[in-house]
């Protein structure tokens, strides 16, 4: 139950942290012909999929360092708590295509700069288990490529589904801190207080972050009609 569990959490978490990445696919391609558009989306994506698992292990054997995954979950926390208080863009390293190689070029480019929430995570729901890493990205990947797009249909509709995935991260940073080699020790005692404690902060932090930047963005837009209306 608990490998199902951990395997869950991974494609949920790819999920949910993935849906820009398929936008970069998407526009990477677009102005290719319909025939090269399918192979760019494939060929780009199994590539990433390739470049991401390299990654992943690369971080899984870092985080075994002392300290290391205890900052890593710290640096998750502030993962988790951006996913829900500040709106993802996808613009800042995507270009249009014009040709095939091009289009693999950019998308494994976009990959490789974007995937660092997704590569901390999932090294940490593995906890060093390389078999349950590997299985979880070759069954992610493919549904982030054909899923993504309609689950961030899912959260502009049900934005209780950011926060599931910000709970996720939260719980899943706090129990990297709690398994580094060096502050485990230290911490193991309050274990699933601190588990919780940093889960519902995260929620309660993201929440106020996002109400804040919404609560700006109103106030923004309705400047210009109020210094007309004292005109």
Same mark, same amino acid.
């Given at each position: ?13 790819? %999920? ?59 640096? %998750? ?34 990959? %490789? ?6 590569? %901390? ?111």
């Amino acid at each position: 139950m608990e490998l199902l569990a951990a395997l869950g959490s991974i494609t949920f978490i790819n %999920l949910i942290l993935s849906g820009d990445n398929a936008v970069i696919i998407a526009l990477a391609s677009r102005n290719l012909p319909p025939e090269q558009r399918k192979k760019a989306v494939l060929w780009g994506s199994a590539g990433a999929v390739v470049l991401r698992i390299v990654l992943t292990m690369i971080a899984a054997l870092l985080l075994q360092i002392p300290y290391v995954q205890f900052v890593g979950g710290l640096a %998750l926390l502030w993962i988790a708590v951006s996913l829900l208080g500040e709106e993802k863009k996808h613009d800042v390293a995507c270009k249009e295509a014009a040709s095939f190689t091009e289009a693999i070029k950019v998308i494994l480019f976009a990959d %490789l700069i974007m995937s660092l929430d997704n590569v %901390l995570a999932i090294a940490g729901v593995a906890n060093g288990n390389m078999i349950l890493l590997i299985a979880g990205l070759a069954m992610s990947v493919p549904l982030v490529v054909f899923g993504s797009q309609m689950l961030m249909s899912l959260m502009d509709r049900y934005p209780i589904i950011i926060y599931i995935g910000a709970a996720i991260l939260g719980w899943t940073a706090s129990k990297m801190m709690v398994a580094d080699a060096a502050m485990g020790p230290i911490l193991e005692a309050y274990a699933l207080p601190l588990e919780i404690a940093l889960t519902v902060t995260v929620v309660g932090i993201g929440h106020w972050l996002k109400q804040r930047s919404h609560s700006v963005a109103a106030d923004t837009e309705g400047a210009p009609a109020f210094r007309d209306s004292e005109k």
